[in-house]
């Protein structure tokens, strides 16, 4: 009787331990720790129109000194947000982390590719850079 009833109480804890942990995950998915902005403005006002800006540059090639300048400034603002996504505690897992080091190593090869001007360098690091898109989506945007 009083085993069983030691029991229901573990079940109890153990359920709203669980509970407050995935709640403290998914806040951190959304938005960081202590910081302002949300993942969602994250990505809508920095990372998708770097990566679309970048992606349509290398598609047929930076044609004039300002055009491959375009391209530099692009691939920094993305290697930079592969910083940013870690910190503030928004890392939840290494799925995150992952596509995250994959942004920035990607994003990085571009940029030094760009510096360059090598087309095929640079497509080669912006493929690895915009394989995070997905890789992290799938996992973790609802
Ligand atoms: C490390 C994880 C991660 C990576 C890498 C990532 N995203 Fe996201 N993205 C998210 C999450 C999480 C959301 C959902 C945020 C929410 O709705 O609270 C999201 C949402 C978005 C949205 C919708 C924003 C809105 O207006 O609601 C766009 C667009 C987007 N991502 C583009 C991209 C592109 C393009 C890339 C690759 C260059 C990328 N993301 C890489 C995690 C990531």
Redesign the pocket.
């Known amino acids: 009787m009083v085993k069983s009833r030691l029991t229901a109480v573990c079940l109890i804890a153990l359920a709203f331990g669980v509970s407050s942990l995935l709640t403290s995950v998914d806040a951190k ?3 960081g720790d202590t910081r302002a902005a ?4 994250l ?2 006002g920095i ?2 129109p ?3 800006g970048l992606g349509g540059l290398l598609k047929e090639g930076p044609k004039t000194d300002e055009e491959w300048d375009t391209a530099a400034c692009y691939a920094s603002c ?1 290697s930079e ?2 910083h940013a ?1 870690m910190d503030d505690k ?2 939840p897992d290494g ?3 992952g ?2 080091k ?2 920035r190593e990607g994003s990085d090869a571009a940029l030094a590719a760009i510096e360059k001007k090598d087309l095929d360098g640079a497509n080669a690091g912006f493929k690895t ?2 394989s ?6 799938k996992a ?3």
Request: net charge positive; glycine share 6%; hydrophobic share 40%.
């Open positions: 998915i959304t938005k949300q993942t969602k403005y990505m809508r990372v998708k770097n990566c679309g993305l947000m592969g996504l928004r890392c799925v995150w982390a596509a995250c994959s942004l850079a915009a995070s898109c997905a890789a992290c989506h973790h945007k609802k």
